[in-house]
């Protein structure tokens, strides 16, 4: 679970975490502003995962397209799946990646399916 590079707005991320753990999940809270880069090891890793990204501000209109371009590019040939959430989700059209990327316009919907 992390926030986008330049986003601090945590504690939807919070909540969605709490709300996980207590559900029994197991989740690693990575925290804000963190880089699509520093996610190396996690894709490298053995283990499946699932990566949840909170956007509410940040990647800004006009990259958010490129954004979510960059993380297919990450996890295709993976069997990780990464959640966006947050209403920059909008404007995106996961149909159009190689990668399983589903998005949800807020924690409440997101909790609702899972």
Excluded at 68 to 85: A, C, R, V, Y
Aim: hydrophobic share 40%.
């Amino acid at each position: 679970m992390f926030l986008p590079d330049g986003e601090i707005h945590e504690i939807g991320l919070l909540y969605l975490n709490y709300e996980l753990v207590l559900r029994g999940y197991n989740t690693i809270y990575l925290g804000q502003s963190l880089p699509l880069n520093n996610l190396t090891y996690f894709i490298d890793s053995d283990c499946t995962m699932k990566f949840v990204c909170s956007m509410t501000i940040k990647p800004y209109d006009d990259i958010i397209n490129d954004y979510f371009s960059e993380i297919d590019e990450k996890l295709k040939g993976t069997q990780h799946k990464f959640i966006g959430i947050g209403n920059k989700t909008a404007a995106v059209d996961t149909s159009q990646f190689d990668s399983d990327i589903r998005v949800y316009p807020s924690v409440v919907e997101l909790l609702e399916v899972v």
